[in-house]
């Protein structure tokens, strides 16, 4: 008898037929966000499940699934996953690292663009039929070439925005839990690690590129957007929560910082309201990673994973390798 696996979200049809040919699959075409109790209620019995970032998969879910060996989380991104407490069921965990680094790099730069020079907020005023003349003034931005980028989280994703200022003649600073190897801040355009403190002061653009974690909630808060300059662009692409979006909002709104583009929100998809009355915010629906082959990519390396962990093989990707037997 095949293993039972549940994908928890709406997926490619090829990863079904993929999955298929290993599991017997229950899938979600249909997209429901299942709710906690419905989501126990679906993976009762399964030995794997392919989620994303919506399925919350606590201690006290993972308790009531004795049957469960293998999650496989379809992001880099792994914060809706206790992995303490699967490691303690003896539950594998795998996520989907690297195939997303360079498409991710990409939307910190449009987004980044999109807001220092003001790309959105001048379109809806485009579209809204105001533009009768030019002015030598209507939506001044700021500079992106030439400007110092402060990048706080330079893991793979992290340098891969790094590189990409090198065509900008930028000058980067970093923050980071670790200090990169002399050779990897060189290839990141020569980064400079500084202080937390130290790169919110002197940046003029800040993309946030770090893991979600107890530790890193709201690493950016009032306190931290009041030392940024008045005229500094900050962008998140990370995780909701890494920014305090109450805080960022009130600076928005009295231009204590010049702008901001964001791509995730604290309880997203119920993003705080207020940022919709802001003319100085550029907002994306947690979208970084989605290009076409990225997102193929991603979900078969989640599939990667699920086929081997419940194949008693390594996943390639297992985050929690204690659990791993043979
Ligand atoms: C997306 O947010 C991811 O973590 O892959």
Redesign the pocket.
Known sequence: MKPAILIARAIFPEIIERLSGYFDVESNQEDIIFTAPELLAKLKGKQGVLCT?SARLNAELLAQLPALKMVANM???YDNLDLPACTARGVMASN?PDV?NETTADFAWALLMATARRVTESEHWLRAGKWNKWSYDAFLGADIHGATLGIIGMGRIGQAVARRSMGFDMRVVYHNRSRLTDQQESYANNAVYVSKEELLKTADHVILVLPYSTETHHTIGAAELLMMKPSATLVNLARGGIVDDVALIAALRQQKIAAAGLDVFENEPKFHPDFLTLKNVVLTP?I??ASEATRRAMANCAADNLIAGLSHQRPPNLLNPAVFVN
């Open positions: 970032a992001a880099v991104g989907t997303l947690h970084a990673s």
